[in-house]
């Protein structure tokens, strides 16, 4: 823990306090969890503030006239500008409520693409993408004759972004691209990617499902038309994500899912639907979550997005010079200014008993293909060990990982 005390601006102990899940024990240990990638702790924060709505100010939203109900809406409303404050955006209406990054892409994939993009269009994503971003892409070709395109990823895990701009066209109408990279940790110059898609007359989606929790984010800047992610993996609960889009294409775009509280006026000859971003918002929505949300960036924001970004650099230094040191490991993304993902590969040990070693030493990671299949074919492997890291991680985890990373390797000879 020495090292921890030259880490910027974080009363470590203090801030560890705050995730009551970090202090169970798994065997002997305090569990090493490592696995905020998939899903983030949340902190005493977000869990009493969703208790105190809960007890104290529950109701359903936009229907009762009754101040319970005024109030849960007030509450419920207002998250919007907390979310477009924290993400860049221009104005709270651009903010939808979803149940997560993959609802939000799979809303523009049906709500926008559906609607303006026809056969031999083209769609560009890339070999580093989660199956939330190819899936709905991949369905929506086979639905309208659009073709997909792919750019390809360096050995190192970047973008080959001279093959990026020769795949764009005149028939390019929608880019989709991560952020941040869930295998590899891989930041992608989305700013820059996004100019150059505009150039070509493109549409941009952003996957920001492992940017927002870990890095300050500017959607004005990027520029993009729509920017997704989820709450559960910035520390906030499951069951709610964020689409963001420029409102001016929300109001062009048709909705996913139809039902109440979506709609001005139903009549047994038709519907018309109601502005964005209610348009996309079928349905009690998850209230609740909402709440959760928002206190969770609340909490984020108490600490600051550049700290938060800081000292993830700084463990992930930290645990790449541990996983190099073992002459086994071959890390998969060795990106320049990656995120704090450490993916991994031991030929000798299979990625699936990797992880279940490490648990019996009470280290939380993830194995398997990641939701990235393509991505682990073009490594040419069929699965990776993943240490995703967080703020309230510790060089002393780490120094665990590592210690049960070489158990492993010396029982697998």
Excluded at 121 to 148: F, Q, R, Y
Excluded at 164 to 192: M, P, Q, Y
Excluded at 224 to 232: A, K, N, Q, T, W
Excluded at 313 to 331: A, C, F, T, W
Aim: aromatic content about 8%.
């Amino acid at each position: 823990m020495k090292v921890d005390a030259t880490i910027r601006e974080i009363d470590i102990e203090t801030v560890r306090k705050d995730f009551p899940v970090l202090s169970v024990k798994m065997g002997d240990n305090s569990i090493a969890y490592l696995d905020s990638g998939a899903t983030a702790q949340k902190p005493l924060a977000v869990i009493e503030r969703m208790k105190e709505f809960d007890s104290h100010q529950y109701a359903t939203v936009h229907r009762g006239s009754y101040r319970l109900g005024e109030e849960a809406t007030q509450i419920f409303e207002s998250g919007r500008e907390t979310i477009a404050s924290f993400i860049g955006a221009k104005q709270g209406r651009e903010i939808v409520y979803t149940s997560g990054a993959t609802m939000s892409i799979n809303l523009v994939a049906y709500g926008y693409g559906r609607k303006f993009i026809r056969r031999g269009d083209e769609i560009v994503i890339s070999d580093m993408e989660h199956h939330a971003n190819i899936v709905p892409w991949l369905k929506l070709c086979e639905e309208t004759g659009a073709v997909l395109k792919v750019i390809p990823v360096t050995e190192t895990g970047e973008f080959d972004e001279s093959a990026f701009v020769k795949l764009l066209s005149a028939r390019t109408k929608l880019v989709s691209i991560t952020h941040v990279s869930n295998v590899l940790g891989t930041v992608n110059r989305v700013k820059e990617l996004s100019a150059l898609a505009h150039s070509a007359g493109a549409k941009v989606l952003v996957d920001g499902a492992q940017a927002a929790p870990h890095m300050k984010i500017d959607v004005s800047e990027i520029d993009s038309d729509f920017y997704v992610f989820s709450g559960h993996k910035m520390y906030g609960p499951t069951g709610v994500g964020v689409l963001y889009g420029k409102y001016d294409l929300l109001e062009t775009m048709d909705p996913l899912l139809t039902g109440g509280d979506m709609i001005e006026r139903v009549t047994f000859a038709g519907a018309t639907y109601a502005p964005p971003p209610q348009r996309f918002e079928a349905g009690t929505p998850p209230i609740t979550q909402v709440v959760g949300l928002c206190a969770a960036i609340d909490y984020l924001s108490a600490i600051g997005m550049e700290t938060i970004e800081e000292r993830e650099r700084e463990l992930l230094e930290y645990g790449s010079d541990l996983l190099r040191k073992i002459p086994q490991v071959r890390i998969i993304g060795t990106a320049p200014g990656k995120a704090a993902i450490l993916s991994f590969v031991v030929d000798s040990v299979h990625p699936h008993d990797m992880v279940t070693i490490l648990d019996g030493e009470g280290v939380a990671v993830r194995g398997g293909h990641h939701c990235a299949q393509p991505l682990m074919d073009r490594y040419n492997i069929p699965a990776a060990t993943r240490a995703s890291l967080a703020f309230y991680n510790t060089t002393e985890e780490l120094d665990r990982l590592s210690a049960a990373i070489r158990k492993a390797v010396a029982l697998f000879g």
